[in-house]
């Protein structure tokens, strides 16, 4: 009963964001444009307009019920083909990343917590603690450097070749695999010295099945909690690194589509593709909601009774 109410609730939430989403996108942006004085000077304003603004929610909405598209791209191509190409090569990076953030985090985690020189090792809680100092930015733009003049056979950029996204998935799965590392840690750092960690021992179990057959499985819950948070950290991450590395998936074309420059300059080349930002926000944050039903089923198995 508990779980069906948590996922109603997490459902209802996305539907009030959802409509929060299409309402700030529809919000009309386009400038007032008029000219003065004798030398024809361009002048930029803006006037918010009640009238503008129903009559983009009512064409986005008249899109979708009566033609079934979110409207079309830059491109004359339908919103929905170019969100379903884009998230395509996202979610390579997307699902990538996140097994390596659960599987290389819990396992560091593990050395972070047997580590014995309390965080001077470089390779323990030291690593931990550099490379969430450090901006991802920064890291990135190393590991081109390195790569280019050292590995130059290695094509880092575009999205043509069959291991384009391994890279990429890396390095967004760098942050919130720390993030996990240092979860996991805590949890098994405050699992240590219960009392059914004595018994255990005392019937002859090693240290290792202790800890694999107990001591993680106790700590699995605070670890699944935190998933939610693990994939929104992943995905803040996607658009530096789809950019810096010219992947074009569903982040970078998103960007592309609002149209940043030209919007803030007031240009009247400024191309609107409103119902393509829609597509992709709600892209992603069914995944952010898949995540938290993930999150919700595990927390019920791994429950301490």
Known sequence: MQITWNITKSFLFFLFVAILLMLAVLFPRSPDIGVSGNAMTLEYGYEF?????????????????????????????????????HMARSLKVIITAFMITMIFGVL???YDFYDRWGGWNIFGKGLTWIVQSIPDFFLLICLQWLIIFYLPS???????HWYSFLLPAFLVSLYPMMYVARITS???SNEKGKPYIQVARSKGLT???V???????NSLYPIFSNLPAMMLYLLSNLLIVEYLLDYRGAAYRMFQAFDVSRALSGSMKFINE????????????????????ISLFVLKLVEPR
């Open 49 to 85: 307009s009640w009238e503008a603004y129903r009559h983009n929610i009512s064409l986005f909405l008249d899109d979708v019920t009566d033609r079934g598209t979110l409207g079309f791209t830059r491109y004359n191509n339908p919103a929905e083909e170019e969100i379903g190409l």
């Open 108 to 110: 560091k985690g593990i």
């Open 154 to 160: 290695i094509r880092i950029f575009g999205h043509d």
């Open 186 to 188: 805590a949890a098994l």
């Open 207 to 209: 240290g290792k099945k």
């Open 211 to 217: 800890l694999w057959k107990h001591m993680l499985r």
């Open 274 to 293: 409103s119902g393509l930002i829609i597509g992709f926000g709600l892209s992603f944050m069914m995944i952010v909601f898949i995540s938290q039903l």
